[in-house]
């Protein structure tokens, strides 16, 4: 996926779903803990020094898993680089079982799947298909890949 430096300054200057300033550590050996403001817009994780208005950085929450290190710490490891790790330090341990939980809930794959859930179950229950009226109930990026045949046509 591509971007520009600009779209990406555009984004960060969105409202945000989480926003606070935390304890960052970069995936460089040697990098130290470093107070930054961290923004999650959408599934872009910008952070910033805490007095400057542009984002030093931004990760794409994609392909990325988030664990938690200890009571107050977290990271986010890429799936294809294990060794690319950023560690977040929170103030309690409340707001780091929160930064969790939003950067799990906002990746483009967790959408999906909720909206295959949420799919599924209105066409369970009332027989018609709730993206057909879009006209994208056919698209492959709306199906379910587990090998289960695909929802049946609504009923007349």
């Known amino acids: 996926m591509r971007f520009n430096e600009k779209e990406l300054v555009f984004l960060s200057r969105q409202p945000s779903e989480r926003s606070a300033e935390l304890g960052m550590r970069g995936p460089k050996r040697g990098d130290v803990v470093k ?3 961290v923004k999650l817009i959408v599934n872009f994780l910008f952070y910033f020094r805490t007095d400057e208005e542009e984002p030093m950085g931004a990760l794409l929450l994609e392909q990325c898993r988030v664990e938690r290190e200890d009571e107050l710490v977290f990271s986010v490891v890429f799936l294809d680089e294990a060794e690319r790790k950023y560690l977040f330090e929170c103030d309690s341990r409340m707001q780091c079982v929160e930064w969790i939980d939003a950067i799990m809930k906002s990746s483009y794959e967790f959408m999906r799947k ?3 859930f949420y799919r599924t179950e209105i066409h369970r229950l009332t027989g018609k298909d709730p993206l057909e009226q879009y006209g994208i109930s056919d698209e492959t990026r709306f199906q379910v890949n587990t090998g289960l045949p ?5 009923l007349p």
């Open 35 to 37: 107070r930054r403001l």
């Open 150 to 154: 695909p929802l049946p046509p609504p």
């Open 114 to 116: 909720n909206l295959i």
